[in-house]
T-cell receptor
């Protein structure tokens, strides 16, 4: 069975500080990894996916198969980054997403 | 708003009653998903439709739960004989088929169910 672990529930930083939101997964095959974000009073939306290898809103995430991790990073956090962040995994042959429990990021002025 | 819509947004019901939720996906999205999210947890997959066919179901979807997508457009999720443990946010998402690469699931605002 696959599992997605986000070890920290809360992270509070000051504006301009670097942030790293950790995500580890357990899956024997080749997964697809995603980061979803939910801003206050908004719906859940895709932030980025590992297959695209792109930077969105200054965030990047690299899939490390050796460490089975997909940590989300941003060098300089902004107040508008405050939100709930969910790491998710999709295994080959399935359509479902398996989500971690989420992490609340607060960026203080 | 051309995004995924869900109705109702909130539902309060008494234990033992039946409830039905509706989801309207983004037009021309042939894939539709239902998830459930309880407090402090991420969304948990319930079921998935491709067009009108229900192709995947989670063990979480007990026999009290039934989902349909009769014409391959909107979907309904019914919970019979509700229990307090059914209290949660029920999320719907849709996506379109992509031949290569990954795809994006677009989520609706959710229906918050409270069972008293």
């Amino acid at each position: 069975a696959q599992r997605v672990t986000q070890p920290e529930k809360l992270l509070s930083v000051f504006k301009g500080a670097p942030v790293e939101l950790k995500c580890n997964y357990s899956y024997s095959g080749s997964p697809e990894l995603f980061w979803y974000v939910q801003y206050s009073r908004q719906r859940l939306q895709l932030l980025l996916r590992h297959i695209s290898r792109e930077s969105i809103k200054g965030f990047t995430a690299d899939l490390n198969k050796g460490e089975t991790s997909f940590h989300l990073k941003k060098p300089f956090a902004q107040e508008e980054d405050s939100a709930m962040y969910y790491c998710a995994l999709r295994e080959g042959g399935s359509e479902k997403l398996v989500f971690g429990k989420g992490m609340k990021l607060t960026v203080n002025p | 708003d051309t995004g995924v819509s869900q109705d109702p947004r909130h539902k309060i019901t008494k234990r033992g009653q039946n409830v039905t939720f509706r989801c309207d996906p983004i037009s021309e999205h042939n894939r539709l998903y239902w998830y459930r999210q309880t407090l402090g947890q991420g969304p948990e997959f319930l079921t998935y439709f491709q067009n009108e066919a229900q192709l995947e179901k989670s063990r979480l979807l007990s026999d009290r739960f039934s989902a349909e997508r009769p014409k391959g457009s909107f979907s309904t999720l019914e919970i019979q004989r509700t229990e307090q443990g059914d209290s949660a946010m029920y999320l719907c998402a849709s996506s379109s088929h992509r031949e290569f690469g990954s795809y994006e699931q677009y989520f609706g605002p959710g229906t918050r169910l409270t069972v008293t």
